[in-house]
Nanobody, 121 residues
Framework: QVQLVESGGGLVQPGGSLRLSCAAS????????MGWYRQAPGKQRELVGT???????NYADSVKGRFTISRDNAKKTVYLQMNSLKPEDTAVYYC???????????????WGQGTLVTVSS
């Protein structure tokens, strides 16, 4: 079974930092673009940023300059480094692989279960 598992969420004070990880597991041949999304209470899920298999990144304006996405293809893991956190960054953070190739040569889109980030003093 192919799955994405996020970790690293928690409570942090405003101005602090957190690093989220998203590890892919299962019968995977290739993972292409990956993305981080977040959903704050009472709001719709929104895109935080994306990273291509080659490492090119794009970010939402709200996090540009504060958040950094990276990946380790050998470990099938993508990271979200979050600095200068603000209370409005409080949300459940999800990683997404919109298209990955399995060992049975099927293309799947997969979401992680989410990890909660709370920014509060």
């Amino acid at each position: 079974q192919v799955q994405l598992v996020e970790s690293g969420g928690g409570l942090v004070q405003p101005g602090g930092s957190l690093r989220l990880s998203c590890a892919a597991s299962g019968s995977i041949l290739s993972i292409y673009d990956m993305g981080w999304y977040r959903q704050a209470p009472g709001k719709q899920r929104e895109l935080v940023g994306t990273i291509t298999s080659g490492g090119e990144t794009n970010y939402a304006d709200s996090v540009k300059g504060r958040f950094t996405i990276s990946r380790d293809n050998a470990k099938k893991t993508v990271y979200l480094q979050m600095n200068s956190l603000k209370p409005e960054d409080t949300a459940v953070y999800y990683c997404n692989a919109p298209r990955l190739l399995t060992t049975s040569y099927r293309y799947l889109g997969v979401w992680g279960q989410g990890t909660l980030v709370t920014v509060s003093s």
